[in-house]
């Protein structure tokens, strides 16, 4: 069965570092998401992407994130300068059509010290 | 806005006994509602949706809901536990936006004891 495929599995990184968290969604998929869950909390949407550029994002989703699809395969999220409340479980996922459900990734799990 | 309370944090249960895990959500149009999964260390697993038709769904590993629009509720079901089972289970909500953006409820630990 096809997979979202996230790595790494597990990232330490300082606080105040640039980190890339990276993703391959399901080749024949066209919207690709991330999510984040803060240990113990719900599940939250970050951002959604389709056709090559943002199509909503929430308000955790500030300047200091951003997405990007460089190659047609990868889905990238970049953290520019961590902090602290930045450590979670990281979530991607890919869906065909939409609103219909999709498929997540295992996740990444962030940790800033 | 849209919102989903899942109303039990956690749920013990015994092996072989029925479950049943509750999910209400809020919202003025019309909705597609999603079961997820996440065993210990693994991401997001769909159980089940509903996007329209029978209020029944059957899902992955026996599991099955029931939509019901009068009590906004999708309460999860399973007639008889396995200790694979215990996991945490997220109920969401879709946006009915294009791009189906998801809203969690904050999820109930099914423990499964022997």
């Known amino acids: 069965e096809p997979e979202v495929t996230q790595t790494p599995s597990h990232q330490v990184t300082q606080m105040g570092q640039e980190v890339i968290l990276r993703c391959v969604p399901i080749s024949n998929h066209l919207y690709f998401y991330w999510y984040r869950q803060i240990l113990g909390q719900k599940v939250e949407f970050l951002v959604s992407f389709y056709n090559n550029e943002i199509s909503e994002k929430s308000e955790i989703f500030d300047d200091q994130f951003s997405v990007e699809r460089p190659d047609g395969s990868n889905f990238t999220l970049k953290i520019r300068s961590t902090k602290l409340e930045d450590s979670a479980m990281y979530f991607c996922?890919?869906?065909?059509?939409?609103?219909?459900?999709?498929?997540f990734g295992s996740g990444t799990r962030l940790t800033v010290v | 806005a849209q919102s989903v309370t899942q109303l039990d944090s956690q749920v013990p249960v015994f092996e072989e006994a029925p479950v049943e895990l509750r999910c209400n959500y809020s919202s003025s149009v019309s909705v597609y509602l999603f079961w997820y999964v996440q065993y210990p260390n693994q991401g997001l697993q769909l159980l089940l949706k509903?996007?329209?038709?029978?209020?029944l769904v059957k899902g992955i590993n026996g599991f099955e809901a029931e939509f019901n629009k009068s009590q906004t509720s999708f309460h999860l079901r399973k007639p008889s536990v396995h200790i694979s089972d215990t996991a945490e289970y997220f109920c969401?909500?879709?946006?009915?936006?294009?791009?189906?953006?998801?809203?969690f409820g904050k999820g109930t630990k099914l423990s499964v004891k022997p």
């Open positions: 996922a890919s869906s065909e059509q939409g609103r219909f459900g999709y498929t």
């Open positions: 969401a909500v879709s946006d009915g936006g294009s791009q189906g953006n998801l809203i």
């Open positions: 509903y996007l329209s038709g029978s209020t």
